[in-house]
């Protein structure tokens, strides 16, 4: 079973330019996260998807970033205009609905100059 | 959501037992304990969760304690690979959407 799928893996870009990131989750899958994880931290979640419905983003800094989810597949995640503390390993998850275990995907490492 | 507290690092010998601890002393009687870990530069992944019985899959066993306030993962035979950062992570049941908190976790260290 293939698992949760990102790109990219590395993106470095200076401060005020945009950036997105790409999340496939396994199949089947109607729940999907993002988290941003900062250096020597635990990840935290930013935005919960239930198929294409936000279920969460009470963490998502909403002036700029955003996330989609079309089709309720697969997912994207933009920061515009970007900050020096932006940087982090953005990861992507996903789970079967109830009490199951979320599947993580490799991350993106993004680093803002 | 209850916090957990889990010791900042820990060794263990390759081919020993890991037993890592975890206190969630607030822990409410409708919150699974979850664990997950993380290698060097890969996401997390799931280890194990339970409710209050002991569990046991192919990765480790979690025995939760009778009062619920407390859980310890274990490794059975540790090896090099094992070396990561595990969580302990309570979750609501009630929370159908799964939402997990990490905390800094236990930086495991597994030693020849």
Known sequence: EAGV???PRYKIIEK???????????????????????????PKLLIQFQNNGVV???????????A????GVDSTLKI???KLEDSAVYLCASSLEGAGGQFFGPGTRLTVL | DAKTTQPTSMDCAEGRAANLPCNHSTISGNEYV???RQIHSQGPQYIIHGLKNNETNEMASLIITEDRKSSTLILPHATLRDTAVYYCIVRLTTDSWGK???GAGTQVVVTP
């Open chain 1, 80 to 82: 515009q205009p970007a």
């Open chain 2, 100 to 102: 997990l908190q990490f």
């Open chain 1, 5 to 7: 799928a990102q790109s």
């Open chain 1, 68 to 71: 989609e989810r079309l089709k």
């Open chain 1, 16 to 42: 005020r330019q945009s950036v997105a990131f790409w999340c496939n989750p396994i199949s089947g899958h109607a729940t999907l996260y993002w988290y941003q994880q900062i250096l020597g931290q635990g």
């Open chain 2, 34 to 36: 979850y664990w997950y």
């Open chain 1, 56 to 66: 969460d983003d009470s963490q998502l800094p909403k002036d700029r970033f955003s």
